[in-house]
């Protein structure tokens, strides 16, 4: 029952990792310490895509019987949190690969105006995570009372 509160705790640090870009665009200064951010976000992120990976293959896809049948409630709340999970893995972990991999001022240029694209759905997703781990964690607490 721990991976309720590993979960709940993961999501809600993804999720303050991701919020930030929600500034980013308003402010000037903002941005310029979110760039100090990008290789924690980034390595971060690719632990985070893989683990929400792992997690909906085999925590869901060999369970889902258990998850859906048993607590229906709970198996859409863990297919949303490893959704979410994985596209914030990859929308974190996005910058740092493009930077890592490539060496090519061209690449470069258009990995980064595709990463700013994407960011919009940073922020959103960044919330979803937060509320999504609160849940877990209130959920844990309210089923067994720690």
Same mark, same amino acid.
Request: proline share 4%.
């Given at each position: ?7 709940g /705790?993961?999501?809600?640090? /993804?999720g ?22 990008v ?20 925590d ?7 998850f859906f ?8 709340? *863990? ?20 930077k ?5 001022? #061209?690449?470069k240029?258009?990995?980064?105006? /595709? ?26 607490? #309210?089923? *067994?009372?720690?």
């Open positions: 029952m721990g991976a309720f509160i590993f979960n /705790l993961l999501a809600i640090l /993804l303050l990792l991701a919020v930030p870009t929600l500034l980013a665009g308003q402010n000037p200064k903002a941005q310029e310490m979110l760039s100090k951010l290789p924690f976000q980034g390595i971060f992120g690719i632990i985070v895509l893989v683990w929400g990976l792992y997690k909906l293959i085999f869901l896809l060999f369970n889902i019987g258990l049948g048993y607590t229906p409630v709970l198996g859409i709340s *863990f297919l949303l949190l490893s959704l979410v999970q994985v596209a914030l893995g990859f929308l974190l972990g996005f910058g740092f690969i493009s890592m991999m490539s060496s090519n001022e #061209a690449a240029a258009k990995s980064e105006e /595709l990463r700013q694209k994407l960011a919009a759905f940073q922020g959103p997703l960044g919330i979803a995570a937060i509320v999504l781990g609160v849940w877990f964690i209130i959920y844990r607490v #309210a089923l *067994f009372g720690y």
